[in-house]
Antibody, heavy 122, light 113 residues
């Protein structure tokens, strides 16, 4: 079974930074677009960012544009999300997911990781 | 952005009975190049990440029980659980991937009556 494992979630004050990581097993991320999707406590799902499989094109939700940066390290088969200038409204479980369907940042997601909790509070 | 609206917000169904969840998009998500609707359905059990059930509106993911089916076209879609089982208690989300940003419906909570 394909699995994804996120790490890096923590408690941080507003204005702070965090770097999330995602390491898949049983597939190589260089062959797929990869995404981050978040879920605020008790709320629904919100797409955050996608990185393409080729040329590393990156796409962001308006809510995080200019503050978050997605990247991949193919040598370590790891996906990252650098989160700067964090706000209380960024508090959520962050899931990484493989993006399928071939669209430019227009994909469905399978599989999803277990998620990592980011809490932004003073 | 395309707005996805699900109904109802929650429903309670007896074991073995049918559950029907609706999803409406604010514009057509029929992809003309392949004549397919760019819609996925996910199941999120308590304490777990989402899991894809259906994509292209009606294609069941490998390993998903055949009691789950997706239908609809254009702007109106339905997820049907033909015979509800205890393990189907979850929140179900629809998602459009017709264009970026991809967007999700607000979710429908399914419980046992």
């Amino acid at each position: 079974e394909v699995q994804l494992l996120e790490s890096g979630g923590y408690f941080v004050q507003p204005g702070g930074s965090l770097r999330l990581s995602c390491a898949p097993s049983r597939f190589t991320i260089s062959g797929y677009p990869m995404s981050w999707v978040r879920q605020a406590p008790g709320k629904g799902l919100e797409w955050v960012s996608t990185i393409s499989s080729s040329y590393d094109y990156t796409y962001y939700a308006d809510s995080v544009k200019g503050r978050f940066s997605i990247s991949r390290d193919n040598s370590k088969n790891t996906l990252h999300l650098q989160m700067n200038s964090l706000r209380a409204e960024d508090t959520a479980v962050y899931y990484c997911a493989r993006a399928l369907g071939g669209g430019r940042a227009a994909n469905w997601f399978d599989p999803w990781g277990l998620g990592t909790l980011v809490t932004v509070s003073s | 952005d395309i707005v996805m609206t699900q109904s109802p917000d929650s429903l309670a169904v007896s074991l073995g009975e049918r559950a029907t969840i609706n999803c409406k998009s604010s514009q057509s998500i029929l992809y003309s190049s392949n004549n397919r609707n760019s819609l996925a359905w996910y199941q999120q059990r308590p304490g777990q990440p989402p899991k894809v059930l259906i994509y292209w509106a009606s294609t069941r993911e490998s390993g998903v029980p055949d009691r789950f089916s997706g239908s609809g076209s254009g702007t109106d879609f339905t997820l049907t659980i033909s015979s509800l089982q205890a393990e189907d208690v979850a929140i179900y989300y629809c998602q459009q991937y017709y264009n970026a940003p991809v967007t999700f419906g607000g979710g429908t909570r399914v419980e046992i009556k």
